[in-house]
């Protein structure tokens, strides 16, 4: 790895450390007159449940033409940049209200850096996926984040009521990085299947999602 | 040696068990007991066997008088407990001692496609004079297997049930006695297939017309899930068991108003237990059983090898009670029952089995029993001289469809035959003839192409919604959200547009809002058929529970109606029907003495008019807990009137609406041949909170929703509302056919 890029892992992590909050902005959908029901610097609880179907805590609510709106948060945090001035007030679509500082766990941290730095590879339909026979092979015979994947290649089989349909592989040469899905299991539309590295780059996430795991509290 | 030690652990055990059930009017008393067979105990083999035999039979002595004591302060609530403890005996024990063999089917133990249900084909013998006779006979009950923790409880799950019918079936093919033994808390509200309520209402519908005795015996009565193995012939129940349309627990929870997740106070338990009336005094009393068989002081337990001994006794002579009630006896043996009646059945022997007719006279009177079940808790609210001329009426209507469909039927088919035989022979003959001068005018006058569209628009715009009501909550100027709309992105609706314009329906999503009951009464039939029977039957509070009253006439005047059902005359496109509508507004749309009536005769003047019978729930709680068992009663009542209509040949379709749950759903509703859903309904056994709190187990928000039911094939199919009139049109046409219903 080179200088430059110890220099950037550095940069990363520092940022992280000086800011592990994701911020949400809460903004009215539409006109209505505000009435807030959190105060500044409350802690709120985000939506929870197995299917999402707990709300969380109540933020404010909104009136237009006498049908009042409740909005929860989405996510925990702590509230911030919250307008006061507003309260009561009759509010234009848009308007931001509040923001919702969310502190990022390890693994929402490490998926972040993962987002930024590799290449997602989404189901494009809702199926059972299995890596390409010659992929396969390579990655057991040299382990996952050591196989190269090259364009034009088979990548994996999308398999559904026993139609099977061949992926090849279309972009930059790159590192079988990370797997998320499992064999013969039926993975939804949009889910991530593969993460895939730049060869270039390969040891420069590795050291960054290291020195993440190892030093985030 | 050995024979003491066991009497001291069996002393051990009612003491244990004493304490368990009634400890706290002992106090002290039951401590020092303790400590003396304690202090027995540990001299067990320094004292001679003589002394340990003494103070064992003086700690017996005391014991049952502590018990008896105890027997007589008991109050319903420690029925139940009784009931649940685990050393109440089972209907495995029951098996071991009462009958003489047995075969367990289909599972033993875990090993058991439901191990709450337990079926088993069993022999009992019975000695007449010098002879035993061993008859054969099926038994089917729950299983709650002292503590054993997969057994649930004696709770079945619905393919548990479906078990139960599977082997009622068996029996039937057989020909044999079942015996089922009612030993549940409930059924396991879960609604994978066959789902709960309709499996429930399956085997209530099969054990309305199953031609083999069958005899029920209730331990633990928990509301539906007792029903689904207890249509019998004769119930009976032990002295210290309790039936009951829902546990003491379950109805605090609602009487309480509780939050989930909080306990009722143990005052307002007891207050529930006691006002549900669910011993077996009580249920004797109301009429939901037949016969008490009395147990030991406390209950019996698995050790009570006498109880064993007459249960034997009360189960022969229970089977003979059913079998000799139809059969066509000897000369000889029909006088001594005449005169002796059919309690002395000892020393006679009876077979068990029965003729074809003695058969049909079985199911009658099955019918017949529960036809006249909990009829005196409702009140006709008409003047004696109304109700004369109200039946005169009804008899008048009956002569005549008698008159045209039965004396006159054949006749007047066989004209139709014979007319349409020559009007087909005289069609050749006129073809033949006619053949050259048809040719010849199409070769003048091309034939035209007939336009039907527009009569088929004609007939569209018949079945479309009446129009001409307005929903009083048309009449608020405010816009409303429509809760999908997070996920479908649906604008805010105006309701004055919804209520009207838009029949309650998002116009984006599509998502049903509730209207009420008066829309589908003014929108969906033809206009001024809808005409009302039976209004003036009025519910009670059969059982003096307390406050129902007040609640009682708040529904009264919020409604301006006497019960929670509306029976009514309509039609639909000429098409006239029989219609029962349970409606929420009152009491929630619970069913209870007066609903089940009122449904009821409504089945039989659909049955009698030989009309297609149209059940719509605009919405229904359940049973109402505050008639108790008369409200369980209701389910197979209502699902025996419904069999009857079946078999006569009706049409009878269901139709859900909003929320429809429990009882209902699983007897009269569940066993119906169709069952459609309107959109965004919901249909189920028990709601999300009993589901949580019976199986500790979360379930999804759309866990009851009709699509979701359609899934699980509960329903045969989702109507949208602006449709229902064109669909039920199409119903009754398709599925009723030519001659509507009648086969």
């Known amino acids: ?217 | 040696m050995i024979e003491l030690e066991k009497q001291l652990l069996f002393l051990e055990k009612r003491l244990i068990y004493l304490n368990d059930i009634k400890g706290e009017i002992f106090g002290e008393r039951l401590n020092t007991l303790q400590n003396w067979l304690a202090k027995l105990k540990e001299q067990l083999y320094t004292l001679s066997a003589k002394d340990v035999q003494k103070n064992i039979n003086k700690i017996s002595a005391q014991i049952s008088l502590y018990e008896k004591e105890a027997e007589k302060k008991l109050t319903p609530l420690d029925y139940v407990r009784i009931v649940r403890h685990p050393f109440r005996i089972s209907l495995k024990d029951i098996l071991e001692n009462v009958y003489d063999d047995y075969v367990e089917l289909a599972g033993a133990d875990e090993c058991n496609i439901d191990p709450a249900v337990v079926a088993a084909r069993a022999t009992i013998n019975r000695k007449v004079g010098h002879r035993i006779y061993t008859y054969q006979v099926m038994v089917i009950g729950h299983e709650k297997g002292h503590g054993e923790e997969f057994r649930n409880g004696g709770s079945a799950k619905p393919w548990g049930n479906a078990k139960a019918l599977q082997f009622m079936k068996v029996a039937e093919t057989e020909g044999i006695p079942i015996h089922s033994y009612i030993f549940t808390p409930g059924a396991f509200p879960i609604e994978d297939y066959p789902g709960a309520a309709q499996q429930i209402a399956r085997n209530l519908y099969a054990m309305a017309g199953i031609r083999v005795p069958i005899i029920a015996f209730i331990s633990e009565g928990g509301s539906g899930g007792a029903e689904a193995i207890g249509l019998a012939d004769l119930r009976l129940m032990f002295s210290h068991g309790y039936y009951s349309v829902i546990s003491p627990e379950g109805a605090a929870a609602i009487e309480g108003k509780l939050k989930e997740g909080k306990k009722a106070s143990p005052e307002l338990i007891r207050f529930c237990a006691e006002q549900l009336k669910i011993t077996a005094k009580d249920n004797l009393q109301l009429g939901t059983i037949d016969r008490i068989i009395q147990e030991p002081p406390l209950g019996a337990k698995r050790e009570d090898y006498d109880f064993f001994n007459r249960l034997k006794r009360e189960v022969i002579k229970a089977t003979d009670e059913v079998i000799l009630s139809v059969k066509s006896l000897g000369t000889l043996r029909a006088y001594h029952y005449k005169k002796n009646g059919y309690k002395d059945t000892d020393n006679i022997y009876v077979r068990w089995q029965l003729d074809e007719k003695e058969i049909q006279r079985l199911i009658q009177k099955r019918r017949q029993k529960y036809r006249n079940m909990g009829t005196n808790f409702y009140v006709d609210l008409r003047s004696p001289l109304h109700r004369k001329v109200s039946n005169l009426k009804d008899k008048f209507l009956y002569a005549k469809t008698y008159i045209c469909y039965d004396l006159l039927r054949r006749p007047r088919r066989r004209i139709q035959q014979f007319s349409e035989e020559i009007k087909a022979e005289l069609l050749v003959i006129f073809n033949h003839l006619l053949s050259p001068l048809v040719k010849l005018r199409n070769k003048i006058l091309p034939p035209k192409l007939s336009y039907l569209v527009s009569e088929e628009l004609q007939e569209m715009e018949k079945v479309c919604l009446r129009g001409g009501y307005v929903s009083p909550r048309a009449k608020v100027d405010k816009t409303i959200s429509c809760p999908n709309a997070e996920r479908y992105g649906c604008y805010d609706i105006w309701i004055p547009d919804l209520y009207s314009e838009f029949c309650g329906i998002c116009p984006n999503c599509g998502h049903h809002f509730p209207l009420e009951y008066q829309w589908y009464i003014h929108c969906l039939f033809d206009k001024n058929s809808v005409k009302e029977f039976n209004a003036e039957i009025a519910s009670i509070n059969p059982l003096n529970y307390k406050g129902f009253d007040e609640k009682l006439e708040e529904a009264r005047q919020k409604t301006g109606r006497h019960s929670a059902i509306i029976t009514f005359d309509a039609k639909i496109l000429g098409i006239e029907l029989i219609v029962a509508m349970l409606y929420s507004d009152f009491r929630g749309g619970t069913v209870g003495a007066a609903e089940g009536e009122k449904f009821v005769l409504a089945c039989e003047r659909a049955k009698r008019l030989r009309r297609p019978l149209l059940a719509y729930v605009h919405g229904t709680a359940g049973i109402r807990i505050q008639e108790g068992t008369i409200g369980v009663i209701q389910m197979p009542k209502c699902t025996v009137a419904v069999r009857e209509y079946l078999e006569a040949g009706g049409l009878y379709i269901v139709v859900y609406d909003n929320n429809s749950y429990a009882g209902p759903v699983a007897s009269f509703l569940g066993c119906a041949p169709y069952q459609f859903a309107i959109r965004s309904s919901k249909i189920g056994f028990a709601g999300p909170r009993v589901i949580r709190e019976t199986t500790g187990e979360d379930i999804p928000p759309d866990y009851h929703s009709a699509r979701n039911a359609l899934r699980r094939g509960h329903i045969q199919g989702i109507w949208d509302r602006r449709d229902f009139r064109k669909n039920l049109y199409m119903a009754l046409r398709t599925m009723g056919g030519k001659n509507l219903y009648y086969r």
Request: charged share 25%; with cysteine; proline share 6%.
């Open chain 1, 1 to 217: 790895m080179t200088s430059k890029q110890q220099m950037k892992i550095e940069d990363i992590i520092a940022e992280y450390k000086r800011n592990p909050y994701q911020v949400f902005t809460i903004s009215t959908p539409h006109t209505g007159i505000v009435s807030l029901k959190v105060t500044k610097g409350q802690k709120v609880q985000g939506t929870t449940g197995k299917w999402l179907e707990r709300k969380g805590t109540l933020l404010y609510t909104l009136v237009r033409q006498g049908n009042e709106k409740r909005f929860y948060a989405p996510i925990d945090g702590e509230i911030t940049d919250l307008d006061e001035s507003l309260d009561g007030q009759f509010v234009e679509a848009k308007t931001p209200l509040m923001s919702i500082k969310h502190k990022l766990s390890k693994e929402e941290a490490i998926n972040k850096v993962l987002e930024k730095f590799l290449e997602i590879y989404n189901a494009p339909e809702t199926a059972k996926y299995y890596l390409a026979p010659e992929l396969y092979q390579k990655i057991e015979q040299k382990g996952l984040k050591k196989a190269l994947i090259n364009p034009g290649e088979e990548l994996l089989i999308m398999s559904r009521m026993k139609r099977d349909v061949v992926l090849n592989y279309e972009g930059r040469p790159g590192i079988i990085y990370v797997i998320y899905f499992k064999p013969n299991t039926t993975v939804n539309q949009g889910d991530p299947l593969l993460g895939i590295c730049p060869p270039e780059q390969l040891e420069f996430i590795s050291h960054l999602v290291k020195r993440i795991y190892l030093e985030w509290e």
